[in-house]
T-cell receptor, first 114, second 117 residues
Framework: DQQVKQNSPSLSVQEGRISILNCDYT??????FLWYKKYPAEGPTFLIS?????DKNEDGRFTVFLNKSAKHLSLHIVPSQPGDSAVYFC?????????????FGQGTILTVHP | GAVVSQHPSWVICKSGTSVKIECRSL??????MFWYRQFPKQSLMLMAT?????????EQGVEKDKFLINHASLTLSTLTVTSAHPEDSSFYIC?????????????FGPGTRLLVL
């Protein structure tokens, strides 16, 4: 049972354009969502998070949007840079339970072309 | 951001031996640490939640007698893979629960690649 899904295994974007990474979830208990960036053979790096009481959170080039009714969130990267090329994971947590353990999506490989 | 280290970064061992992996939070105290496993081209799968001073909580399907977790201090958690077999070969990653500003997150270690021959 995949509670967090990233349906696009890969995304290719031109440098300077917008990258939009999508994530869907099924568990209505999730109330906190995070995005991580990961390079091969390294641990994930935290990018940005959003609580279910908000529908948008922005940090520099990264913006996360949350649509609770659709159980959907997205990460926007503007402008995209070649150094953004990596695997992006969304993760969800039900903060009232289990010490904030995270459930990860399958990941989306982002490639930003110069 | 906060730093989490793991040691060793990679290990090759013979089938039947035990391997210990250390996870340290270097510049903050972590009452809660997590252990994940990632198989090639798959997502991170949570194995267990490690709480300082108490027994770890294992996810369904994870054998607690095979994957021993000790969280003896606020900066160190260890995962011991006992009697390792080739199917245990994987990328093991730990994380520590922390706060970045007002955002709760987990900071991840660099991972440990285990190859069991």
């Amino acid at each position: 049972d995949q509670q967090v899904k990233q349906n696009s295994p890969s995304l290719s974007v031109q440098e300077g354009r917008i990258s939009i990474l999508n994530c869907d979830y099924t568990n209505s208990m999730f109330d906190y969502f995070l995005w991580y960036k990961k390079y091969p053979a390294e641990g994930p790096t935290f990018l940005i998070s959003i609580s279910s009481i908000k529908d948008k959170n922005e940090d520099g080039r990264f913006t996360v949007f949350l649509n609770k009714s659709a159980k959907h969130l997205s990460l926007h990267i503007v402008p995209s840079q070649p150094g953004d090329s990596a695997v992006y994971f969304c993760a969800a947590s039900a903060r009232g339970t289990s010490y904030g353990k995270l459930t990860f999506g399958q990941g989306t490989i982002l490639t930003v072309h110069p | 951001g906060a730093v989490v280290s793991q040691h060793p970064s990679w290990v090759i061992c013979k089938s039947g031996t035990s391997v210990k992996i250390e996870c340290r939070s270097l510049d903050f105290q972590a009452t809660t640490m997590f252990w994940y496993r990632q198989f090639p081209k798959q997502s991170l799968m949570l194995m267990a939640t490690s709480n300082e001073g108490s027994k770890a909580t294992y996810e369904q399907g994870v054998e607690k007698d095979k994957f021993l977790i000790n969280h003896a201090s606020l900066t160190l958690s260890t995962l011991t893979v006992t009697s390792a077999h080739p199917e245990d070969s994987s990328f093991y990653i730990c994380s520590a629960r922390a706060y970045q500003g007002n955002q709760e997150t987990q900071y991840f270690g660099p991972g440990t690649r285990l190859l069991v021959l």
